[in-house]
Nanobody, 120 residues
Framework: QVQLVESGGGLVQAGGSLRLSCTASISIRSSIDVAGWYRQAPGKQRELVAIIIGGSSTNYAESVKGRFTISISRDNAKNTVTVYLQMNGLKPEDTAIYYC?????????WGQGTQVTVSS
């Protein structure tokens, strides 16, 4: 079983930045095929924000392109993998609960969610 621990959310003014982290305890014998960040605003469906495939190929929702950056790093000494979401130029419409998601075949795992609130 892989557990994901998210951190980095909070309250920020419009135009500000936050970096979200999602750390997974995972054996070095396992590979993460896909890692992504999703968000869910009140009254809306969960949507994909950013995704990284094979550790290098990235894709972003149109609404965040040029402002958000997803990246991934592995610490073999600690048997952990961390997925980051650097968010710059934040807007009030970015306010949501952000969830990380990883695929370790044949399973997939979700983080507990972290609140991001952007004030105008």
């Amino acid at each position: 079983q892989v557990q994901l621990v998210e951190s980095g959310g909070g309250l920020v003014q419009a135009g500000g930045s936050l970096r979200l982290s999602c750390t997974a305890s995972i054996s070095i014998r396992s590979s993460i095929d896909v890692a992504g960040w999703y968000r869910q605003a009140p009254g809306k469906q969960r949507e994909l924000v950013a995704i990284i495939i094979g550790g290098s190929s990235t894709n972003y929702a149109e609404s965040v392109k040029g402002r958000f950056t997803i990246s991934i790093s592995r610490d073999n000494a600690k048997n952990t993998v961390t997925v980051y979401l650097q968010m710059n130029g934040l807007k009030p419409e970015d306010t949501a609960i952000y969830y990380c998601h990883i695929v370790v075949p044949p399973n997939n795992y979700w983080g507990q969610g972290t609140q991001v609130t952007v004030s105008s």
